[in-house]
């Protein structure tokens, strides 16, 4: 072949990925909440924020995590992510293929909690909702660790070793039992304290080829990492969109669900969900009481799910960073002026926050849908009224929580 249809070959791939690019702007443009949008240019602008996230991710899936037969974790963050990424995880994604036998080996961190799920599907949505679906999950509890927390998990359709997680099962799916394949692996493991607390280590091989080099860079193989790119980035953004469509007519402005046990990928964990209009003038109060989960949060996105800069912006709070107040309660203010409350939560710009709480590994003797969280909007100016035993957070003592936000977030490499 001529170095001219070398060329030719290798722009294919980049020019397939630069068409995904233009048709997932389009299909981000004609989301109902942007053409609906009191304010579409900062809506185009958020939407051009995940279209960034998504994209990178997609970069990752193709370039990085194409290779069943070589598999690598790869870490989500700021700037990859896909959905309402939690500031207080750290993300582990690789992708396997069935059948094979995988292991992964590390030694435990020091996290609030740890979860392992197995699936298929791609670690998003895709257009039709399947995506991923769980086929074995392990969590904290259950993994088992040496005196020195080391363990080893084999990934397999035999059952081996203490730390087993299968991947295959047969499922009844409208009707007819289909037999499920995993292709992926997410881990969670969620922190509650940034400073202190350190990550696990992670590593992963497929035990028929360790040891063995990859295949050779080629012009097929470079078209076929952009072709998964391409697909990746057009299933994601169609999912996303569907996705917000379906659950926002499912939540009552201005108020939040009711706490419910989020079960597939993700066992012991509940979440309540809201979305607020963001008023200048208005204030929304949280209220929500502290439970005897391993971990519990709350954060505000936007109608993409962007997580917003997390780094720079108090867009979240756990509960060992947020204050009780006299009642043991918490209670977090949204508001776009600083309200001079300790428990601040940054709308950074969304023109409605989605509201996101999570509690993780509930203990099965704590109820959680018997302290609900509350939501209740004031005028910003009658806050204080509202808040008269909150004590007052000077802007000197803000912009040293922000430091110290930024400190544990950017520091290289982050302690989890």
């Known amino acids: 072949m001529t170095d001219a249809a070398n060329d030719q070959q290798l722009l294919q791939g980049s020019m397939q990925l630069a068409r995904a690019i233009d048709k997932a702007r389009d299909i981000m443009a004609e989301a109902h909440w942007v053409l609906d949008s009191s304010d579409p240019v900062q809506e185009k602008a958020a939407a051009e924020l995940q279209l960034k996230n998504q994209l990178v991710a997609a970069l990752d899936k193709g370039f990085a995590l194409h290779d069943a037969n070589h598999p690598e974790f790869r870490t989500l963050d700021q700037y990859n992510q896909y959905g309402l990424y939690n500031p207080d995880n750290r993300y582990h994604i690789a992708t396997i293929s069935t059948p094979g ?77 289909k037999v499920l394949k995993a292709n992926s692996i997410l881990i969670r493991e969620s922190f509650m304290d940034w400073d202190n607390e350190t990550s696990g280590t992670w590593y992963i091989e497929r035990e028929d080829t360790r040891g063995q080099p990859n295949p050779v860079t080629s012009p097929e193989l470079i078209n076929h990492q952009y072709q998964l790119t391409s697909d990746y980035l057009l299933g994601s953004v169609r999912g996303w969109v569907k996705f917000v469509e379906q659950l926002r007519p499912n939540l009552v402005i201005d108020e939040l669900s009711k706490p419910r046990e989020t079960k597939d990928g993700l066992p012991g964990q509940w979440n309540s969900a809201g979305q607020f209009p963001i008023n200048p003038d208005k204030a929304i109060i949280i209220t929500v009481e502290k439970s005897t989960a391993h971990y519990q949060s709350i954060q505000v996105g936007d109608l993409w799910f962007n997580a917003l800069d997390f780094c720079r912006r108090q867009i979240s ?35 409605t926050s989605f509201v996101f709480m999570r509690w993780q590994s509930v203990p099965s003797d704590y109820d959680v849908t018997l302290a609900p969280p509350s939501a209740k909007i004031v005028d910003f100016d009658d806050l204080r009224n509202c808040l008269p035993n909150e004590p007052r957070f000077s802007p ?19 302690g989890f």
């Open 396 to 414: 000197r003592q803000r912009k040293e929580q922000l430091a110290a936000r930024q400190a544990a977030s950017l520091n290289s490499p982050r």
């Open 317 to 351: 709070l756990n509960m060992a960073q947020a204050q009780p107040d006299s009642e043991g309660k918490y209670r977090f203010v949204i508001s776009v002026e600083d309200p001079g409350v300790a428990n601040w939560l940054d709308p950074a710009g969304a023109s």
């Open 101 to 177: 036998k995988y292991v992964i080996r590390g030694k435990r961190g020091t996290s609030a909690d740890l979860q392992i799920q197995v699936g298929t599907g791609e670690p998003g949505f895709d257009v039709n909702l399947t995506s991923p679906v769980t086929i074995d999950q392990m969590a904290l509890a259950e993994l088992e660790v040496d005196d020195d927390g080391h363990f080893e998990i084999i990934i397999s359709d035999t059952e081996e070793g203490d730390n087993w997680l299968k991947n295959t099962e047969v499922r009844e799916i409208n009707g007819v039992d």
